[in-house]
């Protein structure tokens, strides 16, 4: 079992940035792609953007490209998620995952932290 400590949210305000950082555990962090969800209130959780087991490749929503980037470091146990350009329709809780394949295309389930909320104001 892995577990997945999330860091970083806040209140920021648009245009702003954040970075979101993930601690795993319990499993041999280089063997399993991991990814970033959100859900805002009201409404399903969602991909955002996830990261092979390499760092190879990497895979982002339409609505976060070009201004959001996922990193892993496997040295370190971590992944990050930085920020840019911040809409107030970013705000939600911000979930870290852990995938159980190597990639995240043939991933089929996630395994979940906490969360950790991100508030951007107008």
């Known amino acids: 079992q892995v577990q997945l400590v999330e860091s970083g949210g806040g209140l920021v305000q648009a245009g702003g940035s954040l970075t979101l950082s993930c601690a795993a555990s319990?499993?041999?962090?280089?063997?399993?792609?991991m990814g970033w969800f959100r859900q805002a209130p009201g409404k399903e959780r969602k991909f955002i953007a996830g990261i092979s087991w390499s760092g190879g490749s990497t895979y982002y929503a339409d609505s976060v490209k070009g201004r959001f980037t996922i990193s892993r470091d496997n040295a370190e146990n971590t992944v990050t998620l930085q920020m840019n350009s911040l809409k107030p329709e970013d705000t939600a809780v911000y979930y870290c995952a852990a995938g159980s394949s190597r990639l995240v295309a043939t991933t089929a389930k996630w395994d979940w932290g906490q969360g950790t909320q991100v508030t951007v104001s107008s």
């Open positions: 319990g499993r041999t962090f280089k063997n399993y792609a």
